[in-house]
Structure formats: C-alpha cells, structure tokens
C-alpha cells in the first residue's frame, strides 16, 4: 500500500520492500521436513522463490533514485546477494562493502559479526579472527559461533569451544541443535 501513494512511495520504502522479498524468497528452503534449521550453505536454492526474488529486483532498482542511501538500501543489497548462490569473491566483495557502508550509518553487533564472516571470505579467516576478536561480544551466541566456524581448520579444539559456548547460549531449541551438528562434525 506504501509504494502506491505518491507520498509514501520513497526509495527507502521500495528498498524495504525489496529486502523484504529477498527473505521471503528463501523460507521454503530454510526449514527441513521435520522442522530443523537448514543453514545458508546447505539451501537448496531450486526451493527459493525465483518469482520473489525478480520482485526483489525490481523494487531495489525503484529504490535506486534520489540522493538518500538508508539502511534498508544496504540491507537489500546484502540480501540480494544472498540470493545468488554462487560463491565468488565478486559476491563477497560487495557483500563486505555493503557492510562496510552499513556500519558506518546503523551500527549493529549482528551486522559486525556478519561483516566478519564477510571478511572472511574476501580476506580468509585469519584477517577474520582478528576482527572478530577485537568485536569482543561476550555474551552473544552467534559471535561464539562465528569464532567456531573461523577457527575450523585452523584450531578445532578452539573452534569446539567456541561452538560449544555458542550452544551454552543458544536460546532456542534450533539453534542448539545447528550448533550441535557443527559440533558433531567437528568430532568425526
């Protein structure tokens, strides 16, 4: 209803609603039959909404006028590069830039610790340890998780404490059983 007013339709509100699409094009494939969470990486992208994601498109290039960059500009962008499944460092690139940019308007934890893993796949998970050390959140599960999955293949003791502190933490039922099978796979 917002983008068929003249007065609501703004980029910020057509970016939203690309970012809005970009997700939705995704939930079929981020749960199992029986429920359990299915990671980015094991997706099967023949169940992503193609017709959401080309909507998607459609409202970030609308999104595209004006002089004005909000968070939902960025957040769209990201999750549109979500939706290309393909790993290339093109990808990555302008992922850890639109974090970059994201950062500097709206900082948030999650979005640092989603710039590390960004980081990590331009820059390798060494130059990625290093900053997700330096972010230092504590008391959050997913920078434990993070850690864990950084440190796998370069110290898996380290990377199986850090999973197994990320579970400690864990707050929901399907986060503890993800972390469980990192765990588990960690231990083969």
């Given amino acids: 209803m917002l983008i068929e007013h003249n007065p609501t339709d703004l980029p910020a509100v ?6 809005m699409c970009f997700h939705a094009s995704r939930f079929d494939a981020r749960l199992s039959g029986d429920g359990a969470i299915i990671l ?6 023949s169940r992503w909404n193609t017709d959401l994601i080309s ?3 459609f409202f970030l290039h609308r999104a595209a006028t004006g002089d004005q960059l909000s968070k939902y500009h960025l957040e769209a962008g990201i999750a549109f590069w979500s939706t ?3 790993d290339t460092p093109e990808k990555w690139n302008h992922v850890l830039q639109l974090y970059n940019q994201l950062l500097q308007i709206a900082y948030s934890p999650v979005a640092a610790l989603n710039r590390t893993y960004a ?3 331009v820059q390798g998970k060494q130059a990625a340890i290093v900053q997700a050390e330096k972010l230092a959140l504590t008391d959050n599960q997913f920078y434990y998780a993070l850690l864990g999955d ?5 110290d898996d003791a380290a990377a199986r404490g850090y999973l197994l502190k990320a579970q400690e933490l864990a707050k929901s039922m399907g986060d503890k059983q993800v972390l ?7 231990s083969k």
């Avoid at 980015?40 to 992208?45: G, L, R």
């Fill in 150 to 154: 950084l440190y796998t293949g370069i």
């Fill in 55 to 57: 909507k998607g498109v």
């Fill in 14 to 19: 057509n970016a939203l609603l690309a970012l």
């Fill in 40 to 45: 980015y990486e094991e997706q099967d992208a």
């Fill in 119 to 121: 980081l990590s796949k």
């Fill in 84 to 86: 290309q499944q393909a």
């Fill in 180 to 186: 469980q099978k990192r765990i588990d796979k960690l």
